[in-house]
């Protein structure tokens, strides 16, 4: 079996109206202040749309010589990830073996250092390396998991991050992850509001589930240190991202000078290379790749067992809400819980018009995704929201 096409597509408006794709319409996450490294700038303060952009899903189709096809995605990258894989990366699939995905990762590896090793072009290859796994697992006949190893526990424990605890709490999640608001541009006004928040989750949800705190890039290292002192009655599980992705020796500091909650990071870390540096620092408690920026799953697994050789466990960002993570979650001895997001209402799952079989938790737990490969294809509905992206030039006449 050889690969004969590979297919890159963007989401955006539904064709013929306005309305965006309903896992993508604006959120909490974008509209409300959250704390976020772009808060030192008071125009961009208020809410992240008004900096973030605004690039949708980027989804992968690899179609084998046999009519098969294997599916992939990435949204971070956006349309900078879409023309890095149809205008270079594919050139480096048509044709090969997809079963042979450790070297088609490492070809795709070498030939973007010019411009890669991190960002856009690092997420492009995890889209494709899930449409890899996703292919090999079809033609195997059997679950993404079990091409992965096979199950390592037959059932996971999600937690879910959003702040409207007074609705989420007793569906059965471990914890619960808050969005803080403010960080050191906000002084110590802000900071206290921070503080009254932790404190009001802990009275709401008691000590029969955990808290912890994302801060998305926004705090600095005496800001950390304050915190953590504040927040040290209402017993946070971790604070999580509270620096800059480069800032090593910061968060070395932290990890030595905070002894209360775990520190948690790598959300915006790329490769077994980027996590080596971490560990290297001893940056890092708990390590958060995020498997459809970091790599794909090939590189995922590298990752894991580096944090494997030093005891540490791995929390994927996002982990619940991506198909091929989930599958990942429960190959992997060293992956205790996973992220999920409520998207949509409580007791309903988040509706998805791109792709039918996404999972969503029971009770808070998931059971092992149902079905083989990812479990994933596309929906009905999938054509009204995609736009190709070919990677074609235009050509002078």
Known sequence: MKIAEVKVFLSGPQKGLEDLDSKHRSSWLLETEIANPMSIHAQYRPKRSLWLPKWGRMIVQIIADDGSYGLGESSGGGRASAEIIAGHLKQFLIGKDPFEVERLWDIMFRASLPYGRKGAPIMAISAVDFALWDLISKKRQEPLYQSLGGLAKDSIQAYLTGNGIKETMGLGFMGHKLAMPFGPASGRKGMDANVALVKESRELVGSDAEIMLDCYMSWDVEYTIRMAQLIEPYGVKWIEEALPPDD??????????????????????????????????????????????????????KICALASAQALPVIPHAGGLQAHALHLLFAEVGIPYAEYFIFGQAEEPNPDPIFTGIQAPTNGWFAPPAGIGAGIDFAESADKFLYEITGALPVDR
Do not use: M, N
């Open 248 to 301: 090593y020796v910061g968060y070395a500091i932290l990890r030595k000078s905070i002894t209360s909650t775990a520190i948690a990071t790598g959300e915006h870390e790329y490769t077994r290379y980027g996590f080596q540096s971490l560990l290297d620092a001893g940056g890092a408690s708990i390590l958060q790749p995020d498997i459809a920026w970091c790599g794909g799953l090939t590189e995922a697994k």
